[in-house]
């Protein structure tokens, strides 16, 4: 699948922030939602790196990171309850989308896979 296969539509590219925050130990830990919000920043000054065409970027927060703002070119959305749920949820309602799912989250990556799903690490996103 390429970039803007599925109907035409950008390729949807969600982002686990618990997960790629905490794939470095920077401190993150004293600060979720500032470290949230930086991985934020980081994406909507970014993009995907490597990655050619239009994306459509959601970071899915969850806990102390909840209330997290989107900024032009990153939705955030708070996850009710499991972020984990939240990120499957969308891939399931992305229909026939191409969907990227940006997770180190071994049982994520295997919930995502299963409904059509491409993943990658943290590190597509976030550098060591």
């Not at 050619?52 to 070119?73: D, N």
């Not at 309602?93 to 990658?120: C, F, I, K, Q, S």
């Amino acid at each position: 699948m390429g970039p803007d296969d599925g109907d035409g539509c950008p390729l949807l590219v969600i982002v686990d922030a618990a997960n790629v925050v905490g794939s470095v130990p920077d401190g993150w830990w004293r600060d979720r939602r500032g470290a949230a919000e930086r991985l934020r920043d980081r994406l909507a000054a970014g993009g995907l790196p490597g990655r050619a065409g239009a994306v459509e970027i959601v970071l899915v927060v969850e806990g102390a990171a909840r209330g997290v703002a989107s900024v032009p070119g990153v939705r955030v959305e708070s996850a009710p309850g499991s972020g984990d749920d939240h990120v499957a949820g969308l891939v399931a309602a992305a229909g026939r989308r191409p969907v990227l799912v940006v997770t180190a989250d071994r049982e994520l990556r295997r919930r995502v896979r299963d409904l059509g799903a491409e993943v990658a690490g943290p590190r597509t996103v976030r550098p060591a």
